[in-house]
């Protein structure tokens, strides 16, 4: 329904063109002759009329010389108007104090437990806040903006508070401005709904800002229980790892770990691999599935010499021009020396010669139990190895968080980690780790090759506690005698 501020606009809100507008005004007609003396001395004479209801015109009984007893008659005539279209409480007559006081009068007179008593007292004090600050405000002259400054007022009432009592645990009041204009907003409606009123104002309730929530990353323990995992069998409870006993041909007893075996241990070893990629170069995972060796045009590709060094392109070395593309990376040692290794294994490299392989195969970085590339996503495979493990609340995606958290605790600057994690500036400032420095494309590589700053990346130990896990349903427990719920 449309808001309505008076009485002069809610007439011309209700007027419309047309052969009847509603809209009154006073309109001079000649004056009715009668048959008598008194008719007769009106010939000639003008006489003000109300005019606009839509029936005849309606005498005011004040001649054309008295045009302020007209007005008069005329503000009467359309008050009583304004009674019948809009009921006994107009909107510039009401402030927001009577408005709030006839609530809580309510509210006080169905509280008849004494929670709906507290809660009754509790509205009552919150609304000592709403009449303190804008308690005199006429409903009609509401605007929105006084919403807003409502609660920047009572923000740094409450801050100003907790910073003249130290003592105390500040919390966020924003919350509690939001959760007062509310009940405003309630207490507008419910007083129009009950009066029977055709008019209405909407209060405005600004929406809460959104805190950010620091993104789930490996520390180095999980990221080491998580490739430990890929190689050997762990237990869930106590993060070890599974150990058997083995009787040799000399007749020696040894306890050994129990290795993955079969199509089980190709794809984790391969999964190891993805994890090993994602983290040195912040590649998404949909894209390190598909990566190969070699320069190719269209698909994801690692171009790469005998020992290791060139680019990682992520989407071909013929990218398109997009908001989406990204200048291929750089190789640096740490991570040139698993490829080298990786490419030997896959026959890429020979080696015997330390050359590239140039036989036209398509060979895959990443491969499932079968030997065969991945066409879609792994998501099911890697949570398996994660609860296998132990861990809780890890996806493929805490691999890239992991490796831009990494490579800003080893002290690489902003600029530097951006190209050699295929990403920009502006992402790393706005969902990652926002760094002040600033650095050049020809520093890159001698940053992530920096001896000093791997080890001392190598030698860092993260103390902190584990994330805690995602809560669960809580299940009520079942007594075995009689299967009753305790």
Not at 224 to 252: P, S
Not at 349 to 361: F, H, L, P, S, Y
Request: proline share 5%; aromatic share 8%; hydrophobic share 35%.
């Amino acid at each position: 329904m449309q808001t309505i501020r008076n009485h002069s606009e809610a007439l011309a809100s209700l007027g419309k063109s047309g052969p009847t507008p509603v809209a009154l005004h006073l309109v001079l007609h000649p004056a009715p002759v009668w048959m008598s003396k008194a008719g007769k001395k009106r010939v000639g004479r003008r006489f003000w009329y109300i005019e606009g209801d839509g029936a005849k015109p309606i005498s005011t009984k004040c001649s054309q010389e008295n045009k302020a007893g007209a007005e008069a008659v005329l503000a009467t005539r359309k008050r009583k108007q304004m009674v019948g279209l809009l009921g006994e409480h107009a909107p510039d007559e009401l402030t927001i104090a009577e408005i709030l006081d006839d609530d809580i009068e309510q509210k006080e007179k169905i509280a008849f437990t004494p929670p709906q008593k507290r809660t009754a007292r509790t509205i009552r004090h919150q609304y000592t806040t709403i009449k303190r600050l804008m308690g005199r405000l006429a409903l009609a002259d509401y605007t929105s903006q006084h919403s807003i400054d409502f609660l920047a007022d009572y923000v740094g009432e409450r801050m100003a508070y907790y910073a003249a009592h130290p003592d105390m645990d500040p919390k966020d009041p924003e919350p509690t401005g939001l959760r007062i204009l509310k009940l405003l907003k309630k207490a507008v409606e419910s007083f129009v709904e009950r009066k029977g009123l055709l008019w209405s104002k909407a209060i405005h309730v600004p929406k809460r800002r959104k805190v950010k929530k620091a993104k789930r990353w490996l520390r180095k323990q999980e990221l080491a229980r998580l490739l430990w995992g890929c190689l050997y069998e762990i237990d869930k409870k106590t993060g070890r790892l599974k150990t058997k006993t083995v009787i040799d041909e000399d007749g020696t007893v040894r306890t050994v770990w129990i290795r993955h075996k079969g199509a089980k241990k190709r794809a984790y070893y391969h999964l190891s691999r993805l994890i090993r990629f994602i983290i040195k170069t912040g590649t998404r995972h949909e894209v390190s599935i598909m990566m190969t060796y070699g320069f190719r045009p269209d698909i994801s590709c690692i171009d790469c010499d005998g020992d290791g060094r060139g680019l990682v392109h992520r989407r071909g070395y013929e990218e398109e021009d997009t908001n989406k593309a990204r200048p291929p990376s750089p190789i640096h040692a740490p991570l040139a020396r698993m490829l080298a290794r990786w490419a030997r294994m896959d026959g890429h490299i020979d080696r015997a010669t330390g050359r590239i392989v140039d036989d036209g195969k398509v060979r895959y970085l990443v491969l499932d139990g079968n030997g065969k590339p991945y066409r879609n996503h792994i998501d099911r495979q890697f949570r398996t190895l994660v609860r296998s493990v132990g861990l809780r609340g890890i996806t493929l995606h805490t691999l890239k968080h992991t490796s831009v958290n990494y490579a800003y605790q080893s002290g690489q600057t902003r600029s530097g980690a951006a190209l050699m994690l295929g990403t920009t500036e502006k992402t790393l400032a706005e969902y990652y780790t926002d760094w002040k420095e600033e650095g050049h494309f020809a520093e890159v590589l001698r940053e992530f090759d920096d001896p000093a700053k791997l080890l001392a990346f190598r030698r860092l130990r993260h103390f902190d506690p584990l994330p805690s896990p995602r809560p669960r349903h809580y299940v009520k427990p079942f007594r075995e005698a009689d299967g009753a719920t305790a």
